[in-house]
């Protein structure tokens, strides 16, 4: 008997891997249209609310709605784009500048280093600089911002096919549970996340660093990595930071003042909201980025905190896959 429930465990645990394997291939392998439905199907869900409060409170039909809504949408877009696109360009034109002031930070480390007698050839590192490709990078960013836009265009026309889907009434309690908590997850997610982005971004403006926006929406976008995310936000306007400020306090602030507001919406006020309904383990998260980041390059990385979240949470509601949950959450060693 124990060996018969033993050699079923090892069928059922070796058939869940093949079938990890094959999902994995087939996703990748339909990245192109996956990404972009995913996508769609994320920001149904996070305009979901606005859209019921405008039937439910307005008392509009859902076609207008539905039809503000995504308004609103390409209005956020026209209006932020364009400013990203310009301080893109700003920073363009002032890369000589840095690369100056790159050259002149060098030559110090140089003239330090050569006291503990270690010498560096300084002209390889300043010829490896000068010929960096500036003209390219800015080729492949604007290339990029096309098949961008492209690809956003792509993701509103299946928003709004998804939208103005007919929705079933007959829809069991189990699916309506999870989609309840796949909703506040997203929506509170996105809010608690462009509010850090605001906030990072207005003590970037207010202490004039370059890039201000940019910095902003890169702390929005990385606030969907749990942890990860936070830290690599608040490291990357520390370069600009050091070639722009002649003054230590500046750059300290430019550290500091960002990761207490991290710190405080991240691990005060999110875990408050949701409690431990989404909990995922270190491990896991860590492994999720590892695995979408794989399978859908960058974008597999900005959605692998929620799309395992929602796997979690949809795993739990069902008793043949909550042990998986579990494991997930990393409580499958714990009594019930």
């Not at 409060?53 to 859902?62: G, P």
């Not at 000589?96 to 270690?118: H, R, T």
């Not at 608690?192 to 976008?221: C, P, Q, R």
Request: with cysteine; net charge neutral; glycine share 6%.
């Amino acid at each position: 008997m124990n060996q018969s429930i033993e050699t079923n465990r090892i069928v059922t645990g070796s058939l869940f891997i093949i079938a990890s394997i094959a999902v994995a291939f087939i996703l990748n392998f339909a990245q192109p249209f996956l990404v972009p439905l995913v996508i769609a199907l994320l920001i149904r869900i996070l305009i979901d609310p606005i859209i019921d409060y405008q039937i439910d409170f307005l008392h509009v039909h859902r076609v207008v709605a539905v039809f503000v809504s995504l308004c609103l949408i390409i209005f956020l877009f026209i209006i932020f784009v364009p400013f990203i696109g310009s301080s893109v360009i700003t920073f363009l034109k002032s890369a000589n500048d840095y690369n100056n002031k790159v050259l002149i930070l060098i030559d110090i480390g140089i003239s330090q280093l050569k006291e503990y007698n270690i010498e560096i050839d300084r002209e390889t590192i300043r010829s490896a600089l000068n010929e960096l490709p500036l003209l390219d990078w800015a080729s492949t960013i604007l290339s990029n911002s096309a098949n961008f836009v492209s690809k956003f265009v792509l993701v509103m026309i299946m928003t709004l096919f998804l939208l103005l889907g007919k929705k079933s009434n007959n829809i069991s309690s189990e699916w309506n549970d999870i989609i309840g908590h796949v909703k506040k997850y997203i929506f509170t997610k996105f809010i608690t996340s462009a509010i850090t982005g605001v906030i990072a971004g207005l003590i970037y403006w207010f202490l004039g660093l370059e890039l201000a926006l940019i910095f902003g929406s890169l702390t929005f976008l990385l606030n969907f990595i749990p942890v990860v995310g936070s830290i690599i936000a608040v490291l990357l306007p520390i370069p600009i930071a050091l070639l722009q400020y002649t003054d230590l306090s500046s750059v300290m602030l430019i550290i500091f003042l960002p990761s207490f507001f991290h710190l405080l919406i991240g691990n005060i006020i999110e875990p408050k909201i949701f409690g431990d309904t989404f909990g995922l383990h270190p491990i896991t998260i860590i492994l999720s980025l590892i695995f979408w980041g794989m399978i859908w390059g960058i974008i597999g990385v900005l959605l692998a905190a929620p799309l395992t979240a929602i796997i979690r949470v949809t795993f739990e509601r069902f008793e043949s896959t909550k042990q998986i949950a579990r494991l997930l959450e990393g409580k499958i060693h714990l009594k019930n």
